[in-house]
T-cell receptor, first 115, second 112 residues
């Protein structure tokens, strides 16, 4: 079936470096993508989203890039800080779905930032 | 403060017992969801509800039941039929026509 997955399950970076977390999706009908951050023992927090009619969107220290040709999504975090250490999930929504907000999640990438 | 409140945070269940996890939201969202998360895994959808008095099964509904009698509330019952109930349970909600799902802080359920 269709799924959303991650290339790298873990990523370790030094404080101040830029981080890039990747996500591959296989459902070409997906029209909306979200990145979530989940700290240990807590619920996922919304970071940034992007619609399929865009290829880039920027937030505060974060940028999401969407390449529909190769069905690839990435999250870039600038000047990574120890507080950014968490699990990052990408999620996608099928444009043909009848249920608004019903998302399919990838497995997640563990980001560790070393001081 | 606006948000999604789950309770209890930690719950222990004996085998053969049913337990109910509470989820309340004051965001005036129409849709609510329950996800299950196992250690080191992603989120899997159990049930969702787009409107009061209506709900649909997600990908792993077996052994679970829900109700949606009020817009603000979407309790999840983990029944004795659920073979591996130990997990982290996340409640979420979204607005009508909205794509973004917002999550509560989760409830840990352990079978002892």
């Amino acid at each position: 079936g269709e799924n959303v997955g991650l290339h790298l399950p873990t990523l370790s970076v030094q404080e101040g470096d830029n981080s890039i977390i990747n996500c591959a999706y296989s459902n070409s009908a997906s029209d909306y993508f979200i990145w979530y951050k989940q700290e240990s023992g807590k619920g996922p927090q919304f970071i940034i989203d992007i619609r399929s009619n865009m290829d880039k969107r920027q937030g505060q220290r974060v940028t999401v890039l969407l390449n529909k040709t190769v069905k690839h999504l990435s999250l870039q975090i600038a000047a990574t800080q120890p507080g950014d250490s968490a699990v990052y999930f990408c999620a996608e929504k099928d444009a043909g779905g009848t249920s608004y907000g019903k998302l399919t999640f990838g497995q997640g990438t563990i980001l560790t930032v070393h001081p | 403060d606006g948000g999604i409140t789950q309770s209890p945070k930690y719950l222990f269940r004996k085998e053969g017992q049913n337990v109910t996890l509470s989820c309340e939201q004051n965001l005036n969202h129409d849709a609510m969801y329950w996800y299950r998360q196992d250690p080191g895994q992603g989120l899997r959808l159990i049930y969702y509800s787009q409107i009061v008095n209506d709900f649909q099964k997600g990908d792993i509904a077996e052994g679970y039941s829900v109700s949606r009698e009020k817009k603000e509330s979407f309790p999840l019952t983990v029944t004795s039929a659920q073979k591996n109930p130990t997990a982290f349970y996340l409640c979420a909600s979204s607005s009508s026509g909205g794509n973004t799902i917002y999550f509560g802080e989760g409830s840990w359920l352990t079978v002892v």
